[in-house]
C-alpha cells in the first residue's frame, strides 16, 4: 500500500466556507491533486493511505459517512474534518491525477 501525505486541499465553493466540502486533497511538493471521490476509493480498495503532519502531529486520513453520503476526515477529527480544513489551498500547478 503507498502512503502519502496530504498538505493541501481544494474545496467546493471557496476554501474558507466551513459547510463546502473537500473537492480535492494533495501534496504541493509532490504537485499532485486527488479528487475526494477517487481518494476514498483508494482508501476502501487498501491500495493508498493518506495522512496530514500538522504541528508535529500525524493523523490518518479516513472515510466517515454522514446522512449516507461519505467523506473524508482524519482519525483525530470530531464530526468536521478539522485536520484538513485547516491545510492550505492546493496551487493549481499541482496535477490532477486518478
Partial sequence: M???QVT???KRGGHYNPH???????????GWRL?????????LNSTD???????????????AEHNGRRYLKTD????????????G???GACKIIE
Fill in 2 to 4: 503507498a502512503v502519502h
Fill in 8 to 10: 493541501c486541499i481544494n
Fill in 20 to 30: 463546502e466540502r473537500i473537492q480535492y486533497i494533495g501534496n504541493e511538493s509532490g
Fill in 35 to 43: 479528487s475526494e471521490d477517487a481518494a476514498i476509493r483508494r482508501i
Fill in 49 to 63: 493511505s493518506f495522512y496530514t503532519f500538522v504541528n508535529g502531529r500525524r493523523a490518518n486520513v479516513i472515510v
Fill in 76 to 87: 483525530a477529527d470530531g464530526y468536521a474534518p478539522d485536520n484538513l480544513l485547516s491545510l
Fill in 89 to 91: 489551498e492546493c496551487a
